[in-house]
Structure formats: C-alpha cells, structure tokens
C-alpha cells in the first residue's frame, strides 16, 4: 500500500502562484510514476501533469507553460509549481501514484483562483 498526503492549496488571485505538494509512505518502492490530477465541479477528473521515476514528465496543453512537476526522491515527495494561475484552474487536485499494476490516491486539495 502506498498513503499519499497533498498540502499546499488554497485560495488565490489571478496571475498568482501556488505550490502543491504530495508525500508518499508506505510501500513506495518501485513507484512508477506520480502525477496531479484535478476535478472541477461537474466536471471529470483529468491529467494536468506526471512524471515518471526516471524524471520525464507530461502535461496537459492548458497548463504547459506555467506549471512545473518536479519530484525528491530522497523525501519521497511530489510538487506542482503552479504560476499565472487562472479561474479556470479552480478544482480539487489529486495526487496519484502508480505502482504497476496498482494506482493510488491522495485525499485532494482545494484550489480555488479568484479575485
């Protein structure tokens, strides 16, 4: 089993930053990859960026450019830098590991863009 703990939303104005992050405990050897994904209300869940443990990463077209996935695998832990944000990126977001052929989530985080 892998436990996944997201800290860091909140709310925000327009064109500001935040930083996301998502510790890992448990059985986290050999995780594959992690990412972020965000759910909106009504909306489905989506990608918005992976990374995998080799360092490559992913992202969705509506947010390349102005958020960033890094990883420290010596504090097991996942970041998402988030900049120029926009209301439409007001969702919850999820942390997601996958350990094949198991995925796991994080609780969620709320983050809310607005003036």
């Known amino acids: 089993q892998v436990q996944l703990v997201e800290s860091g939303g909140g709310l925000v104005q327009p064109g500001g930053s935040l930083r996301l992050s998502c510790a890992a405990s448990?059985?986290?050897?050999?995780?594959?990859?992690m990412g972020w994904y965000r759910q909106a209300p009504g909306k489905q869940r989506e990608l918005v960026a992976t990374i995998t443990r080799g360092g490559s990463t992913n992202y969705a077209d509506s947010v390349k450019g102005r958020f960033t996935i890094s990883r420290n695998n010596d504090k097991n832990t996942v970041y998402l830098q988030m900049n120029s944000l926009k209301p439409e990126d007001t969702a919850v977001y999820y942390c997601?590991?996958?350990?094949?052929?198991?995925?796991?989530w994080g609780q969620g985080t709320q983050v809310t863009v607005s003036s």
């Open positions: 448990g059985s986290i050897f050999s995780i594959n990859r």
């Open positions: 997601n590991a996958v350990k094949y052929p198991d995925g796991y």
